[in-house]
């Protein structure tokens, strides 16, 4: 009998290793779910189930200057706060966030838990803006620094 495909990640697989995310820099955020493309061994991609409860949101309010995102709504009713706007969302909907993204956030303003997919890009160098917040983030590799926004200096190169 041949061993296990090791890039499956089983239901019972994903529940077990389910955690919970707060984003520092949002007291309103609380996301619990996995993260399945790391799970199945992925590196250049990454797929993620997300759950909010009610009343609760996902990250920061953030957009993306190189990674691509997106949101898959398997259950529950949410919105997603973009470029200043709501967009109601039921199961079945699909939201792109092409770069350079708009800003954007999960919002759970239902009362049953709000279940999706969610997934992007895992590149080496990533640039992220946090409007509501005046601040830039920039990653290259593990390392991350912090910018303000509204300084409007030269960070230099990645």
Sequence with gaps: MSEQYKHIVKRQQAQEAEGVFSHPWNPNSEISGSQLSRMAGLKRTGVSIGRLKP??????????H??????????????AHIDGEDY?????????????SKAHQMINRGSEDLVYLMGGENLESE???????????????DKIKVYKLSEGKDFGPL
């Excluded at 640039?127 to 590799?141: C, H, N, S, Y």
């Design 55 to 64: 009343g609760k949101e996902s990250f920061a309010y953030h957009l993306h």
């Design 66 to 79: 190189n990674e691509e995102e997106w949101v898959y709504i398997l259950s529950g009713c949410g919105v």
């Design 88 to 100: 109601e969302l039921e199961p079945g909907d699909f939201v792109g966030f092409p770069t350079p």
């Design 127 to 141: 640039v992220a803006d946090f409007p509501a917040l005046d601040r830039r983030m920039v990653r290259t590799g």
